[in-house]
């Protein structure tokens, strides 16, 4: 994920994300084995995914998994393209990827909320809320949809939404911490907790208080021709990342352990990683009824809608969509385990 790269971009977590992971061993990925594309390297969007290699879930379920590492190739491309089965992303980028002709479905939701929210620094007495933002500098990254969701909920808060951006990247972050720019968007169970280790706290607002739809800030994506033709395998595919997941919101730091185990020298501060995944097991990953991973309409059609109605989305002509998606096409929980 774009927010965890400052942090996470090591040569050892590189290292250890170009591990092929086979069953209980390691080599070269089969002929009928799953790839599975990282957004970025290992972190704690991740833990699933190391606790089912940790925990065997794979190997229990007969599963080749082979983990391909990022290289400047967004997953929704790959699995699209058909160079990995599966792949990270969130509902943004899979929404965009989808109406642009991408031949992809979300079939699991990690994170059942948004994790990531408007950050300012703690100190900025002049900033207490979003329509304080008005006038100020966004230290951005270029992401699209982002201005427009940041304007939004400035307006929900009574503000006209209007401010300068600045497309910085990873160094939007510093940016803000210098003074240098007001705000920027921040991830809850990463830049926030760093930034209170590095005594610079924030104060941060979320999208969701102000009226604005909630998303998932995770989703994993298939290649919907392999799911077609595979549907065994994939049912055992997910179920497995399913249980992963589970595993790390019902034991946090069990399956941060099994993160740090599995990406040996990655982390430079592992209670950072132990803090990051008590953060998401406590408030992001769960639904109502303690599951992870199932989606719903309601999520889909409230935060991709917005991109539509904004005139944000457009087809695999290049055009803006007049017609809004059948958004239930997006995502299916056909392969998650039985309720």
């Known amino acids: 994920m774009r927010l965890l790269r400052r942090a996470l971009a090591t040569t050892a977590a590189i290292a250890a994300a170009m591990t092929v992971i086979s069953g209980c061993s390691s080599g070269t990925e089969s002929s009928d084995g799953i790839r599975f594309a990282l957004d970025w390297t290992p972190n704690t969007n991740h833990t699933g995914l190391y606790v089912a290699i940790q ?3 794979f190997a229990d379920a007969g599963l080749d998994v082979s983990i391909l590492p990022y290289n400047n190739t967004s997953p929704d491309t790959l699995v699209d393209a058909g160079n ?3 792949g990270i992303s969130t509902q943004s980028q899979a929404t965009f990827a989808h109406a642009a002709g991408a031949e992809t479905t979300a079939v699991i939701a990690p994170l059942q909320h948004r994790a990531t929210g408007i950050g300012v620094k703690a100190d900025r007495t002049d900033i207490t809320r979003p329509r304080d933002l008005d006038g100020k500098i966004y230290a951005g990254f270029g992401d699209p949809g982002e201005v427009e969701t940041l304007q939004q909920v400035i307006r929900n808060d009574g503000g006209t939404g209007n401010f300068t951006t600045v497309a910085l990247g990873t160094s939007a972050y510093e940016a803000v911490y210098s003074g240098k720019a007001d705000f920027t968007v921040s991830y809850f169970a990463w830049e926030g907790l760093e930034a209170e280790r590095n005594g610079t706290p924030m104060r941060y607002f979320q999208y969701t208080d102000y009226g604005f739809p909630d998303a998932y800030s995770i989703v994993i994506n298939g290649n919907q021709k392999w799911l077609k033709d595979h549907p065994d395998e994939a049912a055992k595919f997910v179920q497995a990342v399913q249980r992963g997941y589970q595993t790390a919101a019902d034991d946090p730091d069990r399956a941060a352990q099994d ?3 599995a990406n040996p020298g990655a982390f430079t501060d592992e209670d950072l990683v132990r803090d990051s995944q008590r953060m998401l097991a406590a408030d992001f990953m769960k639904d109502a009824d303690g599951v992870v991973g199932r989606q719903n309409l309601e999520t889909w ?15 695999p002509d290049g055009k803006k969509l007049t017609q809004e998606p059948s958004w239930s096409e997006y995502f299916t929980n056909e392969y998650l385990a039985a309720p």
């Open 55 to 57: 925990e065997g879930y």
């Open 259 to 261: 993160l740090i185990d």
């Open 84 to 86: 990995a089965e599966f």
């Open 301 to 315: 059609s409230g935060y991709s809608g917005f991109l539509f109605d904004n005139g944000l989305l457009a087809g």
